[in-house]
């Protein structure tokens, strides 16, 4: 099985809690969700208590300015070593693992962890990698991650990482195969995250497997599937969500490697990341929108600085002002036009749609972004968060001083087109689902 070839990736081995953990209290949803919502990063502690958890196993973004960060980046790491040396982890051997996430929005998502070739993943900018970032990658996120990750034994995933495999070869096939495959496990997510199972593959399958993603990189078919010549490497992994963990992982690596031999840089644990793989095509999969809240705004000075930035663009900005959201949503929104896009926003006693015609940007969201860049570069006093789900971005966006924006869905149809001809997304473009759909921490894996 070790001698088994397919792009960018690697057969793991991964490790499981031990047999007797309450697992609705070791798994906990990624870290970077819920970062304007303390209470619920507090509701998690108390449920955990005392009990074997990955809360105790990573950072909450929540706290990254909580002012302790390096004491609680020591407790992470001694806390991985107390679980390795308590044996509260089992290494389940080489393998793969085949999931099946259900949450409240979609009845089943299938999933398979495996590892990826960080050598193969770049996520810079014209990037013509095979593994590569879908949206910019925020370098200044980086830092603290690098921190908990440098120290660490363990990693622990909750990258989603995509391919486009409309004839479902790769992974769809399991699914017809658990009435044979090992249990490992089957329980409910905490804070309404859903319930999953997971399944270990038998070693006599994953040839198929790796055969099927052999052939999705395959450069005629590549070409001819999205219509480019021989100019544009081949995309075959393209990361759905963590970003940032991955690209985490891929700057260890580079400070890592200088110190190895050649062959221990072939073998290294860390030259690779576990993640979980998706098609993009599989119905438990949808794409949301990434709304985004500024705090500390003067928000009748921010509209103003918007339209006239659209305008310096070469656009025009339209603003519509409503007395509320039930007000604004009985408004018919324009009809779809091409070189106009539509994107909402709530203050506190107020709320917007703002209308702008022949953008320099393909999509609303990389418009608005570009705005705010730019706008929060003079004012250093405000912050901004990026929000899954209508709901908090009205109850945030309405308090005194903030500014919250709705923006829309795009297709995920077009995603890997998108990537392969125009480069990444604006970051926080899209998200998959909602934020208790997010991948839950679950398996770890040795990375020294």
Known sequence: ?????????????????????????????ACDQYTSQPEYWEEVSRFV????????????????????????IARIQQNMRDYLAEEKLVNMGPG?????????????????????????????????????ATEGTVLDRLPPRIQVREGAPLELPHIMVLIDDPERTVIEPLAEKVGAMELLYDFDLMMNGGHIKGYRVDSAWIPGIFSALTKLAEPRRFQEKYGVGEDKGI??????DGNHSLATAKACWERLKPTLSPEEQAKHPARYALVELVNVHDEGIQFEPIHRVVFNADTQQLLAAMTAFFQGQGSKATVQNFPDREAMQQNNQPAHRENVQVFEYITAGSCGRVILEQPRHNLAVGSL???????LQ??????IDYIHGEDVV???????????????????NDLFKTVILDGVLPRKTFSMGEA????FYMECRRIR
């Not at 960018?8 to 949803?29: F, H, M, R």
């Open 1 to 29: 099985m070790t001698n088994l070839k397919a792009p960018a990736v690697q057969i793991p081995e991964i490790l499981l809690p031990q047999p007797g953990t309450d697992l609705s209290k070791w798994s906990v949803v």
């Open 49 to 72: 208590g005392d009990a074997p958890s990955t809360l105790n196993l990573i950072f909450p973004e929540v706290y990254l300015e909580a002012g302790n960060k390096a004491e609680r």
């Open 96 to 132: 793969l693992i085949y999931l099946d996430r259900q949450t409240s929005h979609a009845a089943s998502r299938k999933g398979l962890m495996i590892a990826l070739d960080l050598e193969e993943y770049d996520y810079n900018k014209g990037s013509q990698t095979l593994i590569r």
């Open 235 to 240: 995309l075959l992994f393209a990361v759905g």
């Open 369 to 375: 972004q570009s705005f705010l860049d730019t706008y």
């Open 378 to 383: 003079g004012h250093p006093e405000m912050k």
């Open 394 to 412: 009205t109850s945030l966006g309405a308090k005194p001083g903030n500014m919250g924006f709705y923006l829309p869905a795009m297709d995920k």
């Open 436 to 439: 208790e759909e997010k991948r």
